[in-house]
């Protein structure tokens, strides 16, 4: 195990998956570095003064102050290394990320849409379009309003909660919403995106090592947002070809993947058909249905 792996492991990391996954750790780990020195330095410095300047060594306060100049070398170094951790590491491994994308001919293109608590993903089929999407045709057996009438869409692929991509790769991942912010999280990729209504926002990653991690919600969007989880699962070229035959002919078959109906949705979490004050608070005792004789109406006239 390298020296990256065992500050991952004592900081709770999960082991990177990702090409650039260990220029975040390099930062991670100079950050924690970095916050140490100044933690030990502080510290030290903070005793020296206890004993330095105490009662008993100096019993008449002295009001000049400090007069050496160290205060401030220590600070604008502090200031330094801030500056230089920005703008030589931080902001340019930014910029690769938001503005230098991979070609479109060998990377795998994904519509990742968020909603009240699930992950949907769109791919095109074949002939590398995606279909139309009208919000007027989304239905439970439908959640992205794929147009069943286009013909781009006859090919395309769509699942609900987990997603195949091919190793050594890249992955472009266009991120949007249905409802509200969330944020789609790889923390095994070292990468992660707002999903913003109305936005579709790109974000890219090149996984480089076989197997299935963890797809989270980074973002507070809900009752139910503890469970809005998913998978991503990293294929050889052959298994994930093999998972696109199969995604084909249950396509053909049953049409897109369906969503959790409302009533499976985590506990706790209100219907769509509930009226505001409907939903019990936390903690509250629950409440019986009324029976038919507490509900029917008497008869006009007693």
């Known amino acids: 195990m390298n020296r990256l792996a065992l500050i991952n492991e004592f900081l709770g990391q999960p082991p990177n998956a990702s090409e650039h996954g260990f220029q975040i750790d390099h ?34 306060a002295d009001h000049e102050g400090v007069k050496s100049g160290i ?15 920005l703008i030589g590491f931080a ?11 991979p070609e479109g001919k060998d990377a795998i293109l994904v519509h990742a849409v968020g909603q009240q608590f699930n992950w949907n993903f769109h791919m095109p089929g074949p002939d590398g379009q995606f279909g139309r999407r009208d919000v007027e045709l989304v239905t439970n057996n439908n959640p992205l309003g794929i147009d069943p009438n286009d013909p781009a869409s006859k090919d395309d692929i769509t699942v609900t909660g987990e997603l195949h991509v091919p190793v050594d790769r890249p992955v472009i ?10 944020n789609f999280a790889l923390p095994h990729m070292r990468i992660a995106q707002d999903a913003i209504p109305g936005s579709i926002i790109p974000m890219w990653f090149k996984p480089i090592k076989t197997g299935t991690y963890e797809i989270v919600c980074g973002q507070l969007c809900g009752l139910g947002h503890y ?11 052959a298994d994930y070809q093999a998972w696109l035959k199969e995604r084909a002919e249950l396509s053909n078959q049953g049409g897109p993947a369906a969503a959790p109906p409302p009533s499976e949705r985590p506990p706790g979490e209100p219907q769509p058909n509930m009226s505001p004050g409907s939903v019990p608070a936390p903690g509250a005792p629950q409440q019986q249905k009324p029976s038919a004789s507490q509900t029917t109406p008497a008869p006009h006239g007693q």
């Open 27 to 60: 930062i991670i780990e100079f950050c924690h570095w970095f916050m140490a020195a100044l933690f030990i330095g502080w510290s030290i410095y903070f005793i020296y003064v206890l004993i330095r300047f105490s009662r008993r060594n100096h019993p008449v």
């Open 71 to 85: 205060s401030t070398h220590l600070e604008f170094s502090v200031v330094l290394l801030d500056a230089v951790l």
């Open 91 to 101: 902001i340019p491994l930014w910029a690769k990320r938001v503005n230098e994308f």
């Open 173 to 182: 991942v266009e991120v949007s919403s249905k409802d509200v912010i969330h």
């Open 227 to 237: 469970g809005m989880k998913g998978s991503i699962v990293v294929d050889t070229p």
